[in-house]
């Protein structure tokens, strides 16, 4: 009995994705490409790709990772626009990495459905079901990602929504009864 259960243990344990191993060579561009700029756009992800011989999703976590590592933090906007009106070459880059950013995707209705029903079973897939949704309907991984994110995140929302609608209404309910309760006093 107690052998079924460590074997149901590690069944049901998440399976981690391959590891990836990089070159000397390939790290050195993306320790270079790192140290230059740390939040790259889509552009600068593909071509890293290429140049490496890896998944541009591969790439997004990688840098994801080393910023991690390096505690690394985004800079608030008032410190950005402080120092990219100091710098007028470095607001120039930014420009520019704005432009690097991927093309807005447009789901049909069978990616949406595959996508929905995905989100029902399982809200937080791993890494392993987010390959599988890739393939299944035709884009990245990184937008599969992506789509679970800004999905849970609009499901926060409305829940939030929904739980104040709630609480107006139950005091907008609890209001009418007291009018009520005055109407009969008054009458008396």
Known sequence: MAQDNVSNNTIATKHRGRRTSFTEDHLKILTDTFNKTPYIGYASRQRLALETNTEEFTIQYCFQNRRTRHGFQKKSEPEEHLESSQNRDHAEEKIQSRNDRQ????YTWSQLHTLNKAFIGNNYPGRDSI??????????????????????????????????????????????????????????
Do not use: M, Y
């Not at 093309?103 to 447009?106: G, V």
């Open 103 to 106: 093309p807005r995707i447009k």
């Open 131 to 188: 390959e599988k949704l890739a393939k299944e309907i035709g884009v990245s991984e990184s937008r599969v990602k992506v789509w679970f994110q800004n999905h849970r995140s609009s499901c926060c929302i409305q829940r939030k929504k929904e739980a104040n609608e709630g609480l107006e209404q139950r005091q907008n309910q609890g209001q009418d009864l007291c009018d009520e309760s005055l109407e009969g006093i008054e009458s008396t």
